[in-house]
């Protein structure tokens, strides 16, 4: 059977939970949009008698992206007896965009409240299993949805798959209970498995600017994070069986508390280099890279501000109301954009506003995008700064 590596993204928002469905509940009458067939609603009606995938995504969302061919597979496998529906809320105009890239012949609905308010969750990819009868089969990981999955619940009717394991941003920020008066603490623990993986810092209430907690995080993401640099430029030295994100004892719930926000990743790569197995370290060395360049005659559109913004990166769009070139830089490469390290070798100082909207996992899309502000990349040999990890 093949594996498929999928993340948690997590977000918020806010809907009525009355009309909740479980396992095991019949799904009411429903209508969504639909996007790439020639009727422009599905519903109930339509379903009846096939097994239903409802996976809820976006197209910010790498791993969503990601598991989309398995997907198509699961379509093409069992044709008119399964219907696979991809569920967004996001702008019409933005899916389109997405469909016109990635045309999948499963169908891409767009919905904005009445599937969310009878499934809902805080983290995407989502999916939902629909018996041919109509009731819930299960809610649960995308990866857990095989072929043998769905034979079995065409021919029975029902299955029994693991339930996701959802977690509210509140229960992230609390989740070590601490006292607000507290001043300094370094709290780590094993694993565990009724969370998913997730990073929280403090940006706001008594542990503003000082706070950082992870939670059943690998060790190699805790240190990405620390350090602030993308996997392109990760070094690793030390035994593979440290690094394997299913290795659920190299993962860790970790919570930091400084007296100085300006210490706080200081202090926080040095408890870690002192309680794990892996370590850590700055180094040189020469590799491929991805240079963000001017273009030759061509303006800057940008404009420029006099202090650093709210930036958002999403996967798919980039927005930012002050930014550097350097972090930008920073951005595309802690996404793994092209795959490598991320060099700006622009002349541009100072903070910008960013505007422009891509395709994940499209380089010409991003390409276009940055030609229209007067940039472009190129592939070369640079010696660059990169984080090592080893085992002592």
Same mark, same amino acid.
């Given at each position: 059977?093949?594996?498929?590596?999928?993340?948690?993204?997590?977000?918020?928002?806010?809907?009525?939970?009355?009309?909740?469905?479980?396992?095991?509940?019949?799904?009411?009458?429903?209508?969504?949009?639909?996007?790439?067939?020639?009727?422009?609603?599905?519903?109930?009606?339509?379903?009846?008698?096939?097994?239903?995938?409802?996976?809820?995504?976006?197209?910010?969302?790498?791993?969503?992206?990601?598991?989309?061919?398995?997907?198509?597979?699961?379509?093409?496998?069992?044709?008119?007896?399964?219907?696979?529906?991809?569920?967004?809320?996001?702008?019409?105009?933005?899916?389109?965009?997405?469909?016109?890239?990635?045309?999948?012949?499963?169908?891409?609905?767009?919905?904005?409240?009445?599937?969310?308010?009878?499934?809902?969750?805080?983290?995407?990819?989502?999916?939902?299993?629909?018996?041919?009868?109509?009731?819930?089969?299960?809610?649960?990981?995308?990866?857990?949805?095989?072929?043998?999955?769905?034979?079995?619940?065409?021919?029975?009717?029902?299955?029994?798959?693991?339930?996701?394991?959802?977690?509210?941003?509140?229960?992230?920020?609390?989740?070590?209970?601490?006292?607000?008066?507290?001043?300094?603490?370094?709290?780590?623990?094993?694993?565990?498995?009724? !969370?998913? /993986?997730?990073?929280?810092?403090? $940006?706001?209430?008594?542990?503003?600017?000082? %706070? =950082?907690?992870?939670?059943?995080? @690998?060790?190699?993401?805790?240190?990405?994070?620390?350090?602030?640099?993308?996997?392109?430029?990760?070094?690793?030295?030390?035994?593979?069986?440290?690094?394997?994100?299913?290795?659920?004892?190299?993962?860790?719930?970790?919570?930091?508390?400084?007296?100085?926000?300006?210490?706080?990743?200081?202090?926080?790569?040095?408890?870690?280099?002192?309680?794990?197995? !892996?370590? /850590?370290?700055?180094?040189?060395? $020469?590799?491929?890279?991805?240079?963000?360049? %001017? =273009?030759?005659?061509?303006?800057? @559109?940008?404009?420029?501000?006099?202090?650093?913004?709210?930036?958002?990166?999403?996967?798919?769009?980039?927005?930012?109301?002050?930014?550097?070139?350097?972090?930008?830089?920073?951005?595309?490469?802690?996404?793994?954009?092209?795959?490598?390290?991320?060099?700006?070798?622009?002349?541009?100082?100072?903070?910008?506003?960013?505007?422009?909207?891509?395709?994940?996992?499209?380089?010409?899309?991003?390409?276009?995008?940055?030609?229209?502000?007067?940039?472009?990349?190129?592939?070369?040999?640079?010696?660059?700064?990169?984080?090592?990890?080893?085992?002592?």
């Amino acid at each position: 059977m093949k594996k498929y590596a999928f993340l948690i993204f997590l977000f918020i928002h806010f809907q009525t939970f009355s009309q909740t469905l479980e396992i095991g509940d019949q799904l009411p009458e429903f209508s969504v949009e639909v996007l790439n067939r020639d009727k422009e609603s599905i519903g109930s009606e339509d379903l009846k008698g096939k097994v239903v995938l409802l996976d809820f995504w976006a197209t910010w969302c790498s791993p969503c992206v990601a598991g989309m061919p398995h997907l198509q597979e699961l379509q093409d496998e069992f044709k008119d007896k399964l219907v696979v529906i991809t569920v967004s809320d996001e702008a019409k105009d933005k899916l389109e965009k997405f469909i016109a890239k990635k045309p999948y012949n499963f169908t891409y609905a767009r919905d904005l409240q009445t599937l969310r308010s009878f499934f809902p969750f805080n983290s995407i990819p989502h999916s939902v299993l629909i018996a041919p009868n109509g009731t819930v089969s299960a809610l649960t990981e995308p990866q857990n949805i095989t072929k043998k999955v769905i034979e079995t619940l065409i021919k029975r009717g029902t299955i029994d798959l693991p339930v996701k394991k959802d977690m509210s941003f509140e229960l992230a920020k609390d989740y070590f209970q601490l006292d607000t008066t507290v001043k300094s603490s370094f709290i780590i623990q094993p694993y565990n498995p009724d !969370i998913p /993986s997730f990073s929280f810092s403090a $940006t706001k209430g008594p542990f503003k600017g000082r %706070r =950082i907690t992870m939670l059943n995080a @690998p060790i190699s993401r805790m240190y990405k994070f620390v350090y602030d640099v993308g996997s392109p430029r990760v070094v690793q030295e030390g035994a593979e069986e440290y690094f394997i994100f299913e290795n659920a004892q190299y993962r860790y719930n970790m919570d930091i508390v400084v007296e100085n926000p300006d210490s706080l990743y200081a202090e926080l790569k040095d408890k870690l280099n002192e309680v794990l197995p !892996i370590k /850590s370290k700055t180094a040189k060395k $020469t590799m491929k890279v991805a240079v963000i360049k %001017r =273009i030759p005659n061509q303006p800057f @559109p940008l404009k420029k501000t006099d202090h650093i913004g709210n930036t958002n990166s999403d996967g798919s769009s980039y927005q930012s109301t002050g930014n550097t070139l350097e972090h930008f830089g920073k951005d595309l490469e802690s996404r793994s954009v092209f795959g490598k390290p991320v060099v700006n070798d622009t002349d541009l100082n100072g903070f910008y506003e960013f505007d422009f909207t891509y395709m994940a996992d499209d380089l010409n899309s991003l390409k276009e995008e940055l030609n229209k502000i007067g940039l472009d990349y190129a592939y070369e040999e640079r010696e660059i700064d990169v984080l090592v990890l080893y085992e002592e």
